[in-house]
């Protein structure tokens, strides 16, 4: 009988396994042998969905001082991502910063058109488009966090999974019309 090589796996195949081991790892609640290395991982996974929702606070702010009209419609999905930041907070005393600036009051109006605080992109002067770039930013902070779910340690996977199914309902809030029967 001759010998023959086994055949190899596809790369297709390893990534499908290297996919499932880590949602698996990432949704199982006990410690595993390395469970002490995941420590620095998560703290800087947390730190950086902190900045992502500091950064989309800004954006929320600008938006609402480009637009006071909007301020009140915007109010309660800002108030969310506060929480979500306050959520996201590796330490204690970060979740008590961050629930303060929940009840922060947007800065004053300053035109349409207002750079962001971080410099970002500039609030669009139509009520209307600036509403889709903010729906835009929730819809891809919230498509950035689920892919980050695969990495996760358990409990922050759940915490991220919970706050990117928010963003999408943001996302939606603020392209839907108030008051418009469906």
Do not use: F, N
Request: with cysteine; hydrophobic share 45%; net charge neutral.
């Amino acid at each position: 009988m001759p010998w023959t090589l086994a055949p190899r796996p596809s790369r297709r195949s390893l990534l499908a396994g290297a996919a499932g081991a880590a949602l698996l790892t990432g949704c199982s609640g006990g410690a595993s042998p390395g469970a002490g290395s995941a420590v620095p991982l998560e703290r800087r996974m947390r730190e950086t969905a902190v900045r992502d929702s500091e950064r989309l606070l800004e954006r929320y702010d600008a938006t609402a001082a480009a637009h006071p009209d909007l301020a009140q419609r915007l109010a309660p999905l800002r108030a969310s991502v506060a929480a979500h930041a306050a959520a996201l907070s590796p330490d204690p005393a970060g979740s008590a910063s961050a629930s303060r600036s929940a009840s922060a009051p947007p800065p004053a109006p300053t035109g349409a058109a207002a750079p962001t605080a971080s410099g970002a992109e500039p609030v669009p002067p139509k009520a209307a488009d600036a509403l889709t770039a903010l729906a835009d930013a929730e819809r891809g902070l919230s498509e950035s966090r689920t892919i980050d779910l695969a990495g996760a340690p358990g409990e922050l996977a759940r915490t991220l999974a919970s706050v990117a199914a928010c963003g999408a309902v943001h996302a939606y809030l603020l392209t839907s019309t108030p008051g418009a029967a469906s």
